[in-house]
């Protein structure tokens, strides 16, 4: 008895997935919510877990290929382990094997260095090499992709010139034309479909939006001292360090109530103008830039914000966030400023009419009351779609957000 292992629904929009990694060998244990592959959409990784307790049958679609939703791509069996699927395969190849066919079948097995997996082959063509090319270290001559690896990689220092005829030209060429010899060696790798879709989504705003950035700076020694002083108790309170990104935040949500314009998008030929505040974070990831959304930030306090964004940023690093995560938004705010940029042009993140750029803290001489004296200062950007705001919206906007973080306590009185 087999059950089937399916490509899960994938999110709406989303008409094709890649499967990445099988985590689960053919023959393998498997128990019940094991993850046995991730399948990789535009968005989002999503995780395949076993259905019930069993051995892993045979894969369909290996890694790299190209699935839809509710695909077969392999099977449980019954089972316990490795050796069950073994006993299981040997009952039906001596089954099998009384047929003409069969034993064809097993003839031409035997003489290309029995079956190959998808990858194997495709590892194979790579290197233009055939199977019988390669000695097989598995069950009835069965190649894998380590024995392949491994002829690979003995070709190769059997081919490695070492005695002085073989250097001989080398040095010829050298004495003539003098040069450093070091690794020139390339790796094509091809582009994750998130990847992909990032770079499908940035050309596309940088085409279809009349997109302009306007600067300020804003002096966070006023916000540091305040956060030197109530750090310790804000992360009693509310279990969370206090960070800079939280107040920026909250300056974007005051900021985002005065100036509409900036949290309205284009749909078609109607502006549509929110009534709430989205905001997306722009978080690094190993698989490339996501970006997660605080929903409703006008009812979230400073805590509340520090809490999501954690949790975000670790959904992120374990590859856990979800289509939902991700889905709407009104605004995005982009902290380059962790990665040491000083100033930056941020794109748009469509249909959103603008983005907010944060950078990094840094002592600057500054001129105050007349004086020239040495503050942290930070550069901060607003990208905006010109055909939506307006260069005085987008100036006031950025003012606002200056003053704030300058001031917290205008956030305070409303001020």
Not at 91 to 101: D, H, N, Y
Not at 142 to 167: F, L, N, Q, Y
Not at 292 to 307: A, C, H, I
């Amino acid at each position: 008895m087999s059950t089937e292992i399916k490509v899960p629904t994938l999110p709406e929009s989303i008409a094709d997935a890649l499967i990445v990694t099988w985590h689960k060998k053919p023959g393998d244990a498997v128990k019940r919510d094991d993850v046995l592959v991730d399948v990789e959409t535009d968005k989002v990784v999503l995780e395949v877990p076993a259905s019930e307790d069993g051995v892993l049958g045979p894969i369909i679609e290996d890694e790299g290929a190209t699935v839809t939703a509710h695909q077969v791509i392999g099977s449980i069996e019954a089972g316990t382990g490795a050796a069950a699927a073994d006993d299981k395969s040997d009952t039906a190849s001596e089954a099998a094997a009384s047929t003409p066919a069969a034993q064809d079948v097993e003839e031409a097995g035997a003489e290309s260095g029995g079956q190959t997996s998808p990858s194997v082959r495709k590892l194979l063509t790579q290197h233009d090499l055939k199977a019988e090319d390669v000695k097989g270290s598995g069950k009835n001559g069965r190649i894998s992709k380590e024995d392949v690896e491994a002829h690979v990689a003995t070709v190769a220092a059997a081919a490695t010139p070492s005695g002085s005829a073989a250097s001989a030209p080398a040095a010829s060429t050298a004495s003539a034309m003098p040069r450093l010899e070091g690794d020139r060696s390339e790796r094509r790798v091809p582009m994750t479909r998130l990847r992909a879709r990032i770079a499908e989504r940035l050309l596309s705003a940088t085409q279809n939006t009349a997109m302009l950035t306007t600067f300020n700076e804003v002096d966070m020694s006023g916000f540091i001292a305040l956060r030197s002083q109530y750090k310790d108790g804000f992360e009693k309170s509310h279990g969370v360090k206090l960070g800079f990104m939280s107040i920026f935040l909250k300056a974007s949500t005051e900021a985002l109530k005065r100036y509409p314009d900036i949290n309205a998008s284009i749909d078609g030929d109607d502006i549509v103008y929110h009534g709430f505040c989205d905001i997306g974070v722009a978080v690094s990831s190993d698989r490339g830039l996501v970006v997660p959304v605080l929903r409703n930030t006008e009812m979230m306090s400073l805590g509340d914000m520090e809490k999501a964004i954690g949790g975000y940023a670790e959904k992120a690093r374990n590859g856990k966030l979800t289509v939902e995560d991700m889905t709407g938004g009104t605004f995005t705010v982009s902290n380059g400023g962790v990665f040491g940029s000083m100033m930056s042009t941020p794109i748009l993140n469509p249909p959103q009419s603008a983005i907010l750029g944060m950078h990094a803290t840094q002592e600057r001489a500054v001129v105050v009351n007349g004086e020239i004296v040495v503050r942290p200062m930070m550069y901060i950007a607003l990208s905006y779609d010109h055909r939506v705001v307006d260069g005085k919206g987008a100036v006031g906007f950025l003012k606002t957000i200056k003053e704030i973080v300058e001031q917290p306590a205008r956030v305070v009185f409303d001020v």
